[in-house]
Nanobody
Framework: VQLQASGGGSVQTGASLTLSCAASGQSFSRTAMGWFRQAPGKPREFVARITGTGGSTYYADSVKGRFNVSRDNAKNTMYPQMNSLKPEDTAIYYC??????????????????WGQGTLVTVSS
């Protein structure tokens, strides 16, 4: 399984940015996916999760109402759209596959394969 995250960059406060995570080597449509982020000096933090069909999503309170995650299973790609960005959203963003059978969704241990990360910098 390989995950390739892209779309990061430097933006100003209030801007929008759409990331993408392309997957290969697995049955993408049957796999729930998650997004995490890690700011300098801080632990990896859950951002969002989407089910394999895309019919259900779950967000961290810190991004709820501002971020929206979707997926295109025909393209094996997941898209987190980030709106109203704040300086505290600055981090490396990672996509990951949710571990089959895992009940939890918030901790990195519940995810199996990880992309390399893409940096998002939000300046005030």
């Amino acid at each position: 399984v390989q995950l390739q995250a892209s779309g990061g960059g430097s933006v100003q406060t209030g801007a929008s940015l759409t990331l993408s995570c392309a997957a290969s080597g697995q049955s993408f449509s049957r796999t729930a996916m998650g997004w995490f982020r890690q700011a300098p000096g801080k632990p990896r933090e859950f951002v969002a999760r989407i089910t394999g069909t895309g019919g259900s999503t779950y967000y961290a309170d810190s991004v709820k109402g501002r971020f929206n995650v979707s997926r295109d299973n025909a393209k094996n790609t997941m898209y987190p759209q980030m709106n109203s960005l704040k300086p505290e959203d600055t981090a490396i963003y990672y996509c990951a596959t949710h571990r089959s059978g895992a009940i939890g969704v918030l901790q990195p241990d519940f995810y199996e394969f990880w992309g390399q990360g893409t940096l998002v910098t939000v300046s005030s």
